[in-house]
């Protein structure tokens, strides 16, 4: 099978992630701009995560039926819409704060159906072409990485220059040229196979699957933890920094661009040396780094130079993060069961971030910023030093089961990411 569909599914994967960046940023600065109110941020970006988690959890089995191309391409259509309604509801008939609300909510309902559908098509096409996996799912990673990276400062700018309704139009353009490319040229891999089992006989074997695995419940309540935290961070504690000390939409652009900029680079250099690295210590060492000293350096208020080196160190070695995790879900994974357990992975590292979000947004206008960034970053030491500490996190260098000889049943299944 040639390996152009891998090319097409990473480009068309940048894009989504582009847009989905870029209405990340935009949509907490409108709502700050246009109410003034950390709480209400929160509160809007939390529901669209809470979206996202139900999406999550329910879609597996509807990726499923629908087939893993046209719920792709149904996902970023109705993400295309659900973007370009809110600067024009604004802009014509108005938006009341709970007709935003509900908007978010749509908004996250389309956000984890793609990124599933395009991550188990890629893992599928993987197989089929024989490429080799360690270097097309760094390559997946970094391409994500870069369009963080590109999606983040882009965003900063536009909204300095356009405003962030009109930045939201080209979030949903995105979306548009990402659904065109997967339809026009990446085969439906999966079409036309048998699907057992009922919608929830499907889910429960997503369940099943994850089930009696401590190292896997190590790795979803660690992640859970720290999805929260960075939610409370990405929706709340940055927008408002660089409003309220920064004074800048640029330089929240830059901070998110930066941080991505890094961590491509450290995907890279993992697919370089990755192989030849202890996976426990260099997961443990990264998450330490990328953690905490970044809440803490920002409560320090050094100015925006400081704060981007520590950005962008940081983000270099969280670029080791997520291909540790994805090799360990490639390889013990069977492809049959793939969307549902990357399904209710994805959720149950999701479900923190609602609450991140809200509770941020909520203890800022209580206590300030200062104390909630001190309290984040302390947070945050805490958890990733776990993996340090306790012995089930040694289980991590066991060597995996190959993908193609891995059969449905209850071992180890793959890591979320963070």
């Known amino acids: 099978m040639s390996r152009s569909p891998l090319v097409t599914l990473l480009v068309?994967?940048?894009?989504?992630?582009?847009?989905?960046?870029?209405?990340?940023?935009?949509?907490?600065?409108?709502?700050?701009?246009?109410?003034?109110?950390?709480?209400?941020?929160?509160?809007?970006?939390?529901?669209?995560?809470?979206?996202?988690?139900?999406?999550?959890?329910?879609?597996?089995?509807?990726?499923?039926?629908?087939?893993r191309r046209r719920s792709s391409v149904v996902s970023d259509l109705a993400a295309a819409?659900?973007?370009?309604?809110?600067?024009?509801l604004f802009a014509t008939a108005g938006l009341p704060f709970g007709l935003l609300l509900a908007l978010a909510g749509l908004?996250?309902?389309?956000?984890?159906?793609?990124?599933?559908?395009r991550w188990s098509m890629m893992a599928s096409l993987i197989?089929?072409?024989?490429a080799n996996a360690t270097r097309v799912l760094s390559a997946y990673d970094g391409v994500s990485r870069g369009a963080k990276m590109v999606g983040a400062p882009l965003a900063g700018v536009l909204i300095a220059v356009l405003g962030p309704q009109r930045v939201l139009y080209v979030d949903a353009a995105t979306f548009l040229v990402s659904a065109l490319l997967i339809r026009l040229t990446v085969p439906d891999v999966g079409a036309g196979e048998a699907v057992e089992g009922s919608y929830f006989g499907r889910l429960r074997r997503g369940f099943a699957y994850l089930r009696g695995d401590r190292l896997?419940?190590?790795?979803?309540?660690?992640?859970?933890?720290?999805?929260?935290?960075?939610m409370a961070a990405a929706a709340v504690l940055i927008p408002v920094y660089a409003n309220d000390v920064l004074h800048s939409s640029v330089a929240l652009g830059l901070i998110s661009g930066v941080f991505g900029g890094g961590a491509m680079l450290g995907t890279v250099l993992y697919a370089w040396v990755g192989a030849r690295l202890p996976r426990r210590i260099t997961y443990t060492v990264a998450f330490l780094v990328v953690g905490g000293p970044r809440f803490l350096v920002m409560a320090a208020e050094p100015g925006l130079t400081a704060i981007l080196v520590v950005m962008g160190v940081g983000g270099v070695l969280c670029g080791a993060?997520?291909?540790?995790?994805?090799?360990?879900?490639?390889?013990?994974?069977?492809?049959?069961?793939?969307?549902?357990?990357?399904?209710?992975?994805?959720?149950?590292?999701?479900?923190?971030?609602?609450?991140?979000?809200?509770?941020?947004?909520?203890?800022?206008?209580?206590?300030?910023?200062g104390p909630v960034l001190v309290a984040v970053g302390v947070t945050y030491l805490v958890v990733t030093v776990c993996p340090a500490v306790f012995p089930v996190w040694r289980e991590m260098d066991a060597a995996p089961v190959s993908a193609h000889e891995s059969e449905p049943g209850p071992v180890p299944a793959a890591a979320p990411t963070p």
């Open 127 to 130: 197989t089929l072409s024989g």
């Open 81 to 88: 819409v659900v973007v370009a309604s809110i600067p024009l």
């Open 321 to 369: 993060i997520n291909p540790i995790l994805n090799m360990v879900e490639f390889a013990r994974v069977p492809d049959d069961v793939r969307p549902m357990v990357i399904g209710v992975t994805t959720a149950a590292v999701l479900v923190g971030g609602p609450v991140g979000a809200v509770l941020a947004g909520v203890a800022v206008e209580a206590v300030g910023l």
């Open 216 to 230: 896997m419940v190590a790795i979803l309540l660690m992640v859970m933890v720290t999805n929260l935290l960075d």
């Open 107 to 117: 908004l996250g309902l389309t956000r984890t159906p793609g990124e599933t559908a």
């Open 12 to 67: 068309a994967n940048a894009l989504s992630v582009c847009g989905t960046t870029m209405t990340f940023l935009a949509v907490p600065w409108f709502v700050l701009q246009t109410t003034g109110s950390p709480a209400r941020t929160g509160l809007v970006v939390g529901v669209e995560v809470a979206g996202a988690v139900v999406a999550a959890l329910a879609g597996g089995p509807v990726i499923d039926r629908l087939g």
